[in-house]
Structure formats: structure tokens, C-alpha cells
């Protein structure tokens, strides 16, 4: 109707000039969808939120990233979004009229991420996108092939098969203490190198200021490339190497204007298929040198890496026997990318919180160091009876989950809370203010608490009242490992080294993107500990 119009206007006016006309069509589209859609016509116009018209608002943001991260984390702060404490259902609306629906009641949650799961799959935009950068894999699938690869890979990630290394043998293992014993020394290993590079830099009696994040990143792909993939990604000894430099430059797709600019380019029809074809390598200079298109050209060099660098891995050839092509199982990376974002994350924000709360660290020092003295290589079984320890990692990873929430599309009409849900309906789950909310955690939920852990209530408890690694059949399929992972690096480095904030006044700098990295690096000041004087407290 609004065309028609503006077509007789046109033509009574007799405007001699087409791209005026377009320039203005687009004008008004952008006027109606921006300004008077949310507003008078949206079907979701009487859910309560912050309306954001060109850039999302702090209101918005603190419900889709949670609250701003303070150095001290008070009781009690208000930042205006009190005002929702009430509500189950809020509606934020984007930059360009982007609506979401940020489900906060429990029940919503259930509904959507256990219960009609399939009914809320994961949103095509966001499937399409992943797909051109890590390929197609159980974070970018639906339907009934994503259930023949969680069938097929989960397995491989449950505790007694991860400590296999080697065999490969998934069903019907029982769990051996000398083969869990061999998946620590693995991961031990790692370690080893890691606390060699940071010796060679130690400056003795200042220590050294080190950006943590660079560190917990290079150590997290190694990790997981040997874990689960007996891969030797070997970033520690080599910052050059294809799949280092492939991630490096992938998170600069990451940044603000980045993840936008790129997600404008993937919904263009086509260009998900072109970054992988020849001839988008022989252009990849070319397109880097034209505006916007640089994100183009570290896709068609990430995408090559990932086809070369995939063939290489051993699990592959456990996958292979399924009805998946060569090239969908190559494209298992997927959860090599999915894996390492979290753990660098989740080790980062962990030292964070150790460096602000020594009383914390130290008494973690003074639980670790016995176990490490004896055995420096302890047991997953020893490892897992350190009862702060667990305190400490489910603590940061409530407090600060590396990922800040996940969305899903409705694939049907449907209701929740007594909201109608049109088909189409993009609804969002905040995992971070999941994780704070006081009715569950009490008034203290925004500080870092790890004693929390040892007398959790019925309201508060690791299966209901924390999202971390989400619910349902989409939630992470490493949370075993990285669990184990985050246990192995945070004893052995607290053990060795004292982490201190790196000047006075220091603030966290959170950037969230597909997960919440520092933005600064984290620099963290590391000291040698000094053995004699601890023990003797
Ligand atoms: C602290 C570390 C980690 C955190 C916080 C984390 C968190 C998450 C979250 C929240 C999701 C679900 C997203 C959604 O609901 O849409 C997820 C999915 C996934 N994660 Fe993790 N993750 C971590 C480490 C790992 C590791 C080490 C691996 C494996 C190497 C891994 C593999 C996966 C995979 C394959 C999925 C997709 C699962 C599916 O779609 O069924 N994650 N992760």
C-alpha cells in the first residue's frame, strides 16, 4: 500500500529522477521499520522493554550480556532494570528494528530448551553465518541429521572414552583409573610448557605482568585439539602455525562492527558456497583490499586452513563409517571452535576473579599444592575430590559465563507465560542473568562467592539454577572436558604462581561477542610463589 502511494505521488509529481524515488522508498521502509513497526504494529508491541532504535541501549544490553562486571561486585546495584523483576518476558528491539524476546522465567526456559526443543531449534541467520566460518557441524545442523551427529559424537566426549585416547573405543567402557590417570598426563603436558614460558619471563621479585587471555587461548587450543582430536596443534611452541594464525584471524571478525559486517555478508544468497571455491582463493588479496571485504577474505583463508588442518584428524576416522560425507565430517570443527571459545574464556575470567579475590586464590593454593607436591600428575579422581576447586570454576563460570546466552527461532505458533509466540519469533535466553538472579542465588548473586557451592539450597543447584553450558539436547557437548580442563590449568597455575591485578584500580573490559572475551587482553601480574613461606603458614 505505502509503494502505491508513493508511486502516485511520483507520478503526479512527475519527478524526473528514479534514484530519488529509491532513495526515498528506502527512507520511508526504514522509518516504518525502525520507528512505527515496534511501535503500533509489532505483534509483540505489549511486551514490556527497552526500545533501542538505531544501537542497543545499556538497558538492552544488560539483559542480553547481563549486568556490567565490577571490580568488587556490590550488593544490591541498580542499573533501572529493576523495574523488570517482575516480568518473565521482555522485548528488546535492535538496531533496525531487530526484535527478541529474553525469556527470564524458569519455565520458559524448560519449555523451550528441554521440552518442545525441537520446536525451537536454533535461528537460520545465526545457523547460515557459523556454517560459512566453521562449517556445517552439530552447532549449525537441524533436524533429523543433527540428531544422527549428536548420536554420533557425544559419545566421544562422555568421560570414560575421552580418557581413550588413542582407541577411540566409545560404548560400554568402564572407567579405569590408570586410563583417566593417562587423559591428566595429556593435559599435564600442556601445562608443563605453558608454566616453562612463563619462567623464561619471570622478573623475580616484581613478577611479570602477562595478558592472560593470549595465554589461556594458545593453552585451550591445544587442549582441545589433543583431547579430542589427537591433534598437535602445538600453539604454545608456535604462534605461526595455520590453525593459530586461522583462529587469530577469525576473532577479528569478532569485534563490534566486524560481527556485523559479517553477518551482512552472510546473508547474501551464494556467498557461503563462494569463500570456498577456487576462485574466491586466487581473489582473497584482491577482496581484502576493497572496503568491507576484508571479513570476506579471512573467511576464504580460514575455510582453507580448516579443509586442510580437519583431514588430519584422527577422530574423523572413528565418524567415518556413519552415512556423513568426507566433507560434513571434516567440517566436525565446528566443535573445535565451539570448545576453545568457551575454555579460553571460562580459564580467563576464573584468574580474574582469583587475581580480585586472594583470600579465594590462596585458600585454592593451599588445597592444591599438597595433592600437586605428591603427585604432580594427580588423577582425574584426585582432582575432582578437591572440593574448592569445584567451588572455584562452577563459581566463575556462574558468576561470568564465557557465553552469554543462546538463541532460538520458533519453528510453530505456539504460547509461553501466556504470551503468544508467532512462528518466526526470535526469543533469546540471558545465561548470565539466569546465573545472578537473586529470587534463586540470594541478594549475593553478583559476587564471587565460590563457598556458595558447599551449602547450595533447593532453589539454587547446578542442575536448575545454572546455564553455563545451557539445557536441553543443545546444550555443550564438552562440559565434561572443559570441565576437566579448567581443573587441570587453574591448579597447576595457582600452585606455581600468585596472580595479582596488573595496576591499581584495575576494571574488567568485557567485549561480548559469540563469548565474552577481555578486550584488554587481561594483563594479570604473575609471581613465582614462594614454596617456604606458604608452607610455613
Ligand atoms: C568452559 C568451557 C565451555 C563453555 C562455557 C561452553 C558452553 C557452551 C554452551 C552454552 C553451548 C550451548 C549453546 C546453545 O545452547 O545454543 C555449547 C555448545 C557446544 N559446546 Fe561447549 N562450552 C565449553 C567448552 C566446550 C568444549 C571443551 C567442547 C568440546 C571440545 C565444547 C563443545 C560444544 C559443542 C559441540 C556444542 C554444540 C552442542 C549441540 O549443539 O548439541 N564446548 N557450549
Not at 505456539?414 to 529470587?439: A, E, Q, W
Request: net charge positive; glycine share 6%; aromatic share 10%.
Amino acid at each position: 500500500m505505502l509503494g502505491e502511494v508513493i508511486w502516485q505521488a511520483y507520478s503526479l509529481s512527475q519527478v524526473p529522477h528514479l534514484p530519488l524515488l529509491v532513495i526515498l522508498c528506502l527512507a520511508l521502509f526504514i522509518v516504518y521499520r525502525v520507528l512505527l513497526y515496534p511501535k503500533y504494529f509489532s505483534p509483540y508491541r505489549h511486551i514490556p522493554g527497552p526500545l533501542a532504535f538505531v544501537f542497543s541501549s545499556d538497558l538492552a544490553k544488560h539483559f542480553l550480556y547481563g549486568p556490567p562486571l565490577r571490580a568488587n561486585s556490590p550488593e544490591g546495584q541498580d542499573d533501572g532494570y529493576n523495574k523488570f523483576n517482575d516480568t518473565n518476558v521482555i522485548r528488546i528491539v535492535g538496531p533496525l528494528g531487530l526484535e527478541r524476546l529474553v525469556l527470564l522465567s524458569p519455565l520458559a526456559w524448560e519449555h523451550a530448551l528441554i521440552t518442545r526443543w525441537q520446536d525451537y531449534p536454533r535461528p537460520k541467520f545465526y545457523r547460515n553465518a557459523f556454517k560459512i566460518v566453521i562449517g556445517s557441524g552439530l552447532l549449525t545442523t537441524e533436524g533429523r541429521d543433527r540428531v544422527l551427529m549428536k548420536k554420533m559424537i557425544a559419545p566421544a566426549f562422555s568421560l570414560p572414552s575421552l580418557v581413550l585416547r588413542g582407541s577411540y573405543a566409545v560404548y560400554g567402557v568402564t572407567m579405569s583409573r590408570n586410563i583417566i590417570k593417562q587423559q591428566t598426563v595429556l593435559l599435564y603436558s600442556l601445562i608443563d610448557v605453558l608454566t616453562q614460558r612463563v619462567l623464561t619471563l619471570e622478573s623475580p621479585s616484581s613478577g611479570v605482568v602477562l595478558g592472560i587471555h593470549e595465554w589461556m587461548s594458545k593453552a585451550s587450543l591445544d587442549m582441545i585439539c589433543s583431547s579430542a582430536f589427537s591433534y598437535d596443534a602445538n600453539a604454545l611452541h608456535n604462534p605461526h602455525s595455520e590453525l593459530v594464525v586461522a583462529f587469530r584471524n577469525l576473532e577479528k571478525l569478532q569485534g563490534g562492527l566486524s560481527i556485523r559486517l559479517f553477518l551482512a555478508l552472510s546473508i547474501i544468497p551464494g556467498f557461503g558456497r563462494f569463500v570456498s571455491t577456487k576462485a574466491a582463493w586466487r581473489l582473497r588479496k584482491m577482496l581484502g583490499l576493497i572496503p568491507f571485504f576484508g571479513n570476506a577474505s579471512i573467511l576464504v583463508n580460514t575455510t582453507k586452513t580448516r579443509l586442510l588442518t580437519c583431514g588430519e584428524f584422527p577422530l574423523f576416522s572413528l565418524i567415518k563409517t556413519t552415512k556423513f560425507s568426507t566433507a560434513d565430517i571434516l567440517y566436525q570443527l565446528n566443535i573445535l571452535g565451539a570448545g576453545r571459545e568457551g575454555l579460553e574464556s571460562g580459564l580467563s575470567w576464573s584468574l580474574y576473579f582469583l587475581a580480585v579475590n586472594q583470600d579465594a586464590q590462596e585458600k585454592l593454593r593451599r588445597e592444591v599444592t599438597p595433592l600437586l607436591a605428591k603427585d604432580p600428575r594427580p588423577s582425574y579422581k584426585a582432582l575432582s575430590a578437591l572440593k574448592w576447586l569445584d567451588c572455584v570454576v562452577m563459581e566463575s563460570l556462574r558468576l561470568f559465563p564465557p557465553s552469554p546466552g543462546t538463541y532460538r527461532q520458533a519453528e510453530v505458533p505456539d504460547h509461553m507465560d501466556r504470551i503468544p509466540i508467532p512462528k518466526g519469533t526470535l526469543v533469546y535466553f540471558p545465561f548470565r542473568i539466569f546465573n545472578t538472579c537473586k529470587s534463586r542465588w540470594g541478594n549475593d548473586a553478583e559476587k564471587f562467592r565460590p563457598e556458595r557451592w558447599l551449602t547450595l539450597s533447593e532453589s539454587a543447584n547446578a542442575r536448575k539454577s545454572f546455564a553455563a553450558f545451557s539445557f536441553g539436547p543443545r546444550a555443550c557437548t564438552g562440559r565434561t572436558m572443559a570441565m576437566i580442563a579448567m581443573k587441570v590449568v587453574l591448579a597447576s597455575l595457582v600452585a606455581k604462581f600468585e596472580f595479582d591485578l596488573a595496576y591499581e584500580g584495575q576494571l574488567p573490559r568485557p567485549i561480548t561477542s559469540i563469548s565474552t572475551k577481555p578486550k584488554d587482553n587481561m594483563p594479570l601480574r604473575l609471581r613465582l610463589v614462594d614454596q617456604g613461606a606458604f608452607s610455613s603458614k
